[in-house]
């Protein structure tokens, strides 16, 4: 097994890009283990680049109108910290379902997101959540999820709640229990104002081998639906949910969205 220790964030991303397939940023590495074929046997082919030893990474901040989150956070530490608990409480309530404590002692904000999949994806795509990137831009997480070779994510931000107004923002996860179970379905729902019903701008969805994602089908149905003042029915929003996810998980989707907006009464 290869571990590089690089000396700064922009010296990682510039490892990564000359390694190309071969190189794997490593923070955690509670996911990755999962995928080799020895849980304790790292596979050879692959050029680990550890991002843990960069305090910039590692750190909560307000900015004027952003709550920072380094990346290399522990997702337990993002999970009790104040600012958070203040700032995303949908986020800590993701957190508090995201495995067992030694999970969230271990993983990290940035593998979890870099992962595509994890609970906190679906949650920070629905809050707009921007991206710092090593060569000091911002870059919507939206847009940074796209890529097919993401780049190193020195840290996150999300909207101060007492600079923008907070949004009514809901997380579902279909098939946690105490034993462990893999989810079948993460999903974060955001309204445009305090009535909620039909008001839905915002539906992230994340599935094991279905990376996050928004649901802009079913959002352009309901806001249609909106404007008209029309009630949808459950098989207009499955149909929709179904041009990005698996009938199955569009039939679980549609009734946890119809649910929420108040057409299953």
């Known amino acids: 097994m290869l571990l590089t220790h690089p000396s700064s964030p922009q010296a990682a991303q510039a490892l990564a890009r000359k390694l190309g397939n071969a190189a794997c940023f490593i923070a955690g590495g509670t996911l990755l283990q999962q995928s080799w074929a020895e849980p304790r046997l790292a596979p050879s082919a692959t050029h680990f680049i550890n991002v843990m030893h960069w305090p910039e990474m590692q750190q909560i901040s307000l900015g004027p109108q952003y709550l920072h989150i380094g990346a290399g956070m522990r997702l337990e530490a993002v999970r009790r910290h104040p600012w958070v608990q203040q700032h995303a409480p949908v986020l800590v309530q993701a957190l508090a379902q995201l495995g067992a404590m030694g999970i969230r002692r271990l993983g990290t904000l940035g593998g979890n997101i870099g992962w595509g999949e994890g609970d906190c994806c679906p949650v920070l795509l629905a809050m707009d959540a921007q991206v710092e990137l090593t060569d000091g831009n911002l870059q919507s997480l939206a847009q940074t999820l796209k890529l097919m070779d993401r780049p190193l994510m020195l840290s996150f931000l999300l ?17 946690y229990r105490a ?73 679980i989707a549609s009734r946890l969205i119809a649910g929420h907006c108040g057409l299953l009464a």
Not at 159 to 175: A, H, M, Q, Y
Not at 226 to 243: A, M
Request: with cysteine; aromatic share 4%; charged share 30%.
């Open 159 to 175: 909207p101060r709640s007492d600079v923008t107004e907070p949004r009514p923002l809901v997380f579902e996860k279909v098939g």
């Open 179 to 251: 034993a462990f179970s893999p989810a079948r379905l993460r999903m974060a729902l955001r309204w445009s104002d305090a009535q909620k019903r039909l008001n839905l701008d915002r539906i992230a969805a994340a599935a094991p081998g279905i990376g996050v994602h928004r649901l802009q089908a079913t959002e352009k149905l309901l806001s249609y639906a909106q404007e008209l003042q029309i009630r949808p029915s459950l098989d207009d929003i499955r149909t929709t949910c179904e041009q990005s996810l698996p009938p199955d998980l569009a039939r």
